[in-house]
């Protein structure tokens, strides 16, 4: 069994006095949801064990909706405390440090230069940063690849493999859908029988054959509501605990990731809209009967919604939607359905926007090192 132990790095060969790295990294679309996470895990400890899912996940890597982070790193004397500055857009962001300081303090077993340097975090989205469209996961992940960059830079035999699992599980411990957002178009988060190499502690790039009806899916994001979440994903998974659902809901999780393996490799759309929009509306399901419960959609969700099932009745063109926990809308199709679909959306869909707004995504690569 893989453990964390695995990723304490034994003395570096190498030492590096200054330097910058920068990376981007996309932000991802679930499409088995990981809501809920596990108490505990054999291999970690106390703050280490933060992030484990309750059930595996499998996402969609974005292409456009991304983080450009660049990490400028040099020596300093007192290795007694962490010393960073951090930057959005290239000016000071205060509120951002306490999330960078705790994520330090997590990894620091994993990452023993973290003391050794004064980093300056420079950090930016190619989506506006009020859009709605959480930026947790691309951040965090950007700043694991930067992070490893470093790492590498100290251990230059490292391998690719090693660095892009490191760099998954280390993201995890930032924000748990970052580990998605690494490496693959699409990726798996937690232990599934059937998938091999998954893991709770990274994320693994799907292993199986995906059908070409898959080849630069696309993903248009609805921004319905852009203010603030109405539940922390903290606060969101924790209400799985004691959910009188969840045992269940864990089980489906695995039941759906599972028939997405054969739905993958037939390309069989029809049964991948059924799987995806079911997986949306069991979130949302989940957080109207936890305890204390919340509706996270808004009417124009709901509207979009029917009008997206009236129109693929009246079509048979194959689209869907999906959810996150909040009340945007990501209209997923074929690239070969593109133009209609994109009509269907400016003549039905965008009235029910916020301003009028929707990004356009498609499936992505995953990370990219820039320098």
């Not at 983080?67 to 290239?90: I, P, R, V």
């Not at 959480?134 to 965090?140: D, F, I, K, L, T």
């Not at 178009?185 to 599934?192: D, E, I, L």
């Not at 593109?338 to 301003?355: A, D, M, R, S």
Request: with cysteine.
């Amino acid at each position: 069994m893989f453990s964390a132990n695995d990723f304490i790095p034994a003395p570096y060969s190498n030492s590096v006095e200054s330097g910058s790295f920068q990376w981007s990294s996309p932000s991802n679309i679930a499409l088995v949801k990981y809501w809920g996470k596990k108490d505990k895990h054999p291999s970690l400890k106390g703050e280490l064990a933060k992030q484990i899912p309750a059930n595996p996940s499998v996402s969609f890597t974005l292409n456009n909706c991304k983080t450009f982070t660049t990490l400028a790193f040099a020596k300093k004397g007192n290795q007694e405390n962490f010393s960073f500055d951090l930057l959005f857009e290239g000016k000071p962001k205060e509120d951002f440090k306490p999330k960078i300081q705790q994520f330090f303090e997590r990894v620091l077993v994993y990452l023993p230069f973290l003391k050794d340097y004064h980093f300056t975090i420079d950090t930016k989205n190619t989506f506006p940063h009020s859009s709605g469209i959480a930026s947790s996961a691309s951040g965090m992940a950007a700043l694991a690849m930067n992070l490893m960059s470093l790492e590498k830079a100290l251990n230059p035999e490292m391998t690719e493999d090693y660095f892009n699992q490191k760099a998954s599980f280390l993201a995890r411990l930032g924000s748990g859908s970052a580990c998605r957002s690494v490496k693959g178009k699409v990726v798996v988060w937690g232990n599934h029988a059937n998938i091999q190499g998954s893991s709770d502690l990274f994320g693994v790039e799907f292993p199986n054959t995906i059908h070409a009806n898959f080849n630069n899916f696309q993903d248009t994001i609805l921004l319905v509501d852009k203010g603030e979440k109405q539940v922390s994903s903290t606060l969101g998974h924790n209400l799985m605990n004691g959910h009188p659902f969840a045992e269940r809901r864990f089980e489906q999780a695995h039941e759906n990731l599972n028939q997405l393996i054969s739905i993958f490799e037939s390309g069989n759309l029809n049964e991948f809209i059924k799987i995806v929009e079911s997986e949306a509306l069991t979130l949302h399901a989940m957080m109207m009967t936890s305890m204390p419960h919340f509706i996270l959609m808004k009417p124009n969700t709901l509207e979009i919604i029917n009008a997206i099932w009236k129109f693929r009745n009246d079509t048979k063109i194959p689209v869907c939607f999906t959810l996150d926990a909040g009340a945007n809308v990501h209209v997923l199709y074929p690239e070969s359905t593109k133009e209609l679909v994109l009509q269907f959306i400016q003549n039905e869909l965008v009235g029910y926007c916020q301003n009028g707004l929707y990004l356009c995504d498609e499936i992505g690569i995953g990370s990219i090192h820039i320098q």
